[in-house]
């Protein structure tokens, strides 16, 4: 069996990189011949070259090329990129070959999608965002900062000033997305998806064909397995992440301010200014590495999750269950499936600080409980952890299932 997996970049730059790379040493190691294709280099050096073959086209990304017009034309539809794995997948067939479609937004475009299913090899396309049917990629209304309930590409989404930047940037947009449905042929001309979370399929089962099949692969969770954290000798409770409004973190900075309790923030982003404006108190430590994230976790109470838009998982809620902190997450979005509202976490009204701030007065007062949730927490997780072992053998599974059709 052989699998060609499709990324924008070689390297890892977010969730969907991280995914896509982190599978391929154990894919290969499984024994399948697995072909990394990517547009934006550099590629990621821990990649086996000897038993994963890779491929970079060496091409910009929509915002790093210096030409904004050769950026507009080709962020629609690529012609260089479709050539390049037209070339690629003439050295394949379509009986043993799986085609993994990880992120095609930022670089390759949907014209890849189309060469594949053209020359009949079968497609599968893990659902790392909305973008296979949103426009903008969130279900989301960005200046608004609320859940969008338009129909996607229907005149109501047209017409709406949902864009994080601005509307025209939104109606190029539009046209990227009629060019991807129209020639790309994502999402109609594909069958196979894979989600990662129940709360992500939910909201896109009924905008995908009706013909379309899931698979729910988890995403896997490289940490080791510690001790559990003594979350009731912390003070900290703590956001990990982007610091953009969507991530909600203004929301935390009010409620932690409400609440009057210790509030840490890991990440950087266009809201740093709100943040410290809204509570001064506030530490905003900027971004930390794998080590300074684990470390800021274990010197936690709790990690707030109060995200305002979708998302399709929320890794780092699932990362601090497996070191026994428990999380308080909004109810608007998917990582709610990953706890136990009172058990292993605590849920609030998405974009209302003064429900996160009773919860953190809850687990601020009462350390007990939040040891008690941290402890389910950690149990519950590591009674099905999303190893990287796990994640490779459901997609193999995956795979063997989708060749075996038809045949």
């Excluded at 970079?56 to 929509?62: A, I, P, V, Y």
């Excluded at 790309?184 to 001309?189: A, E, F, S, V």
Aim: hydrophobic residues 40%; proline residues 4%; aromatic residues 8%.
């Amino acid at each position: 069996m052989r699998v060609v997996v499709l990324n924008d970049y070689g390297h890892v730059n977010g969730g969907a990189s991280q995914v896509a790379i982190s599978s391929l040493n154990p894919l290969a190691d499984a024994g399948l011949e697995v072909i990394f294709v990517s547009s934006v280099g550099p590629v990621a050096h821990t990649i086996n070259r000897e038993k994963v073959k890779t491929v970079n086209f060496g091409f910009h990304d929509l915002l790093n090329n210096p030409s904004r017009f050769e950026a507009s034309i080709r962020g629609i539809w690529d012609p260089r990129c479709a050539d390049r794995l037209r070339a690629i997948l003439a050295n394949c067939n379509t009986v043993d070959t799986i085609v993994h479609l990880h992120g095609w937004m930022k670089s390759l475009s949907s014209s890849v999608a189309q060469v594949a299913t053209s020359l009949g090899f079968k497609v599968v396309c893990t659902l790392h965002d909305y973008f296979a049917v949103c426009p903008n990629g969130g279900l989301y209304n960005f200046p608004e900062e609320r859940a969008c309930d338009f129909q996607p590409m229907s005149l109501d989404c047209i017409t709406s000033n949902c864009d994080a930047r601005s509307y025209s940037q939104k109606l190029w947009r539009i046209g990227r997305q009629a060019i991807q449905q129209s020639l790309g042929g994502i999402p109609g001309k594909l069958i196979y998806f894979i989600t990662v979370s129940d709360y992500s399929q939910s909201l896109l089962r009924p905008l995908l064909p009706s013909t379309a099949e899931f698979f729910q692969v988890k995403n896997p969770i490289e940490i080791d397995r510690l001790a559990p954290t003594t979350v009731s000798d912390n003070r900290a409770f703590t956001f990990i992440g982007r610091l953009s409004p969507e991530k909600g973190p203004a929301t935390f900075a009010a409620a932690a301010k409400l609440a009057s309790v210790n509030a840490v923030f890991v990440g950087a982003g266009s809201e740093e200014q709100r943040i410290a404006s809204i509570n001064g108190s506030a530490k905003l430590l900027g971004w930390r590495d794998r080590h300074g994230v684990v470390q800021a976790i274990r010197e936690s109470r709790a990690i707030i999750f109060p995200s305002r838009w979708h998302e399709t998982q929320g890794m780092v809620v699932l990362e601090a269950a497996a070191l026994g902190v428990p999380a308080i997450v909004s109810d608007s979005c998917a990582a709610r499936d990953a706890i136990i509202d009172g058990e292993t976490g605590l849920v609030f009204r998405s974009g209302d600080a003064s429900d996160l701030a009773s919860k953190l007065e809850l687990l601020d007062r009462t350390p007990e409980l939040a040891a008690i949730m941290g402890k389910r927490a950690y149990e519950n997780y590591w009674k099905s952890p999303s190893t990287l072992a796990l994640h490779t053998g459901q997609l193999i599974a995956c795979y063997q299932e989708i060749l075996g059709r038809d045949k």
